[in-house]
């Protein structure tokens, strides 16, 4: 199972990004996806997680200015990020819980980070 995300990079305060992350490999069913981030010095922090059951728990930091959306048919979570400040420059990471086929039980996986930087 890989996670690939794109998306990141430089933008000013105030703007906005769009992350996306895309599963492969030997999938059974995706049990929630979603996105953590962290920052220099600080522990990896949920930002906003999806799951099957259609539920999306967002960070009370990025309420109201960053979306999850989910392609189900594509294995693909896409994070839109508005009103970007420098609080939010981390590393953000794919997450994802991902039951494989023969396997009882799920497992947790990540992607490989890709770097959001919000700066003037």
């Known amino acids: 199972v890989q996670l690939v995300e794109s998306g990141g990079g430089l933008v000013q305060p105030g703007g906005s990004l769009r992350l996306s992350c895309a599963a492969s490999g030997s999938i059974y069913s995706i049990n929630a996806l979603g996105w953590f981030r962290q920052a220099p010095g600080k522990q990896r922090e949920l930002v906003a997680v999806n799951t099957s059951g259609g539920s999306t728990n967002y960070a009370e930091s990025v309420k109201g200015r960053f979306t999850i959306s989910r392609d189900s048919a594509k294995d693909t979570i896409y994070l839109e990020m508005n009103s970007l400040a420098p609080e939010d420059t981390a590393v953000y990471y794919c997450?994802?819980?991902?039951?494989?086929?023969?396997?009882?039980?799920?497992?947790?996986?990540w992607g490989q980070g890709t770097q959001v930087t919000v700066s003037s």
């Open positions: 997450y994802a819980r991902i039951r494989r086929p023969l396997r009882v039980s799920e497992g947790e996986y």
